[in-house]
Nanobody
């Protein structure tokens, strides 16, 4: 079973940037698609971005398109989320997951091995 550990969250002013990392250990990484989701207090976990196992395809929520970029480094077993032009509504706990299912990249049900999350706080 793969273990995922997110890091890189923090407190940032609106318009600023953060890069989140998700390090995988204990299982296969390079042959699975990976995704980032976020969850704000009182809200359901929502899709942010995903990348196919080959890295050739990426998917983004409309709310982050053009501002966030997902990438991965198979040699380091790590997936990243570069977040630019952050807005207060981006504040949430961000989770990465390994996609096991064959359904929508945007559905949290298709992912497993969630990490503990990393908090992103954006102030205006």
């Amino acid at each position: 079973q793969v273990q995922l550990v997110e890091s890189g969250g923090g407190l940032v002013q609106a318009g600023g940037s953060l890069r989140l990392s998700c390090a995988a250990s204990g299982g296969t990484f390079s042959t699975y698609a990976m995704g980032w989701f976020r969850q704000a207090p009182g809200k359901e976990r929502e899709f942010v971005a995903a990348m196919s196992w080959s890295g050739s395809s990426t998917y983004y929520a409309d709310s982050v398109k053009g501002r966030f970029t997902i990438s991965k480094d198979n040699a380091k077993n790590t997936v990243y989320l570069q977040m630019n032009y952050l807005k207060p509504e981006d504040a949430a706990v961000y989770y990465c997951g390994r996609r096991r299912g064959g359904g929508s990249y945007g559905s949290a049900r298709e992912y497993d091995s969630w990490g503990q999350g990393t908090q992103v706080t954006v102030f205006s």
